[in-house]
């Protein structure tokens, strides 16, 4: 099992960003997927999660600016962030859950992660 994130870097306060995160080794589409963040001396925190049938749920901290998106063709997930704030600096990690229409927001019911990419917003 992989996820591996791309995407991430620096970029000024307003800018835009998208993050990719390519999985294999499992059935992805049977998947609930989310995007997750942890910033430097925080805890890891719930970003965006999708469903197998395309429902989506936000933090309400990102909701409006970040869109997460999946492509099961292509076992990949996304994340547009547009708008984006100095408090969105962080380590983005996806997830993966299996039961695709169950997307639990506790890190514990995650049952795979990927390596992380950082996500750098400067004022």
């Known amino acids: 099992v992989q996820l591996v994130e791309s995407g991430g870097g620096s970029v000024q306060a307003g800018g835009s960003l998208r993050l990719s995160c390519a999985a294999s080794g499992f059935a992805y589409s049977a998947y609930c997927m989310g995007w997750f963040r942890q910033a430097p001396g925080k805890e890891r925190e719930a970003v965006a999660r999708?469903?197998?049938?395309?429902?989506?749920i936000y933090a309400g901290s990102v909701q409006g600016r970040f869109t997460i998106s999946r492509d099961n063709a292509k076992n990949t997930l996304y994340l547009q962030m547009n708008s984006l704030k100095p408090e969105d600096t962080a380590m983005y990690y996806c997830?993966?859950?299996?039961?695709?229409?169950?997307?639990?927001?506790?890190?514990?019911?995650?049952?795979?992660w990927g390596q992380g990419t950082q996500v750098t917003v400067s004022s």
């Open positions: 997830a993966a859950r299996v039961g695709a229409n169950y997307c639990y927001r506790g890190l514990n019911e995650y049952h795979y």
């Open positions: 999708i469903a197998g049938d395309g429902t989506k």
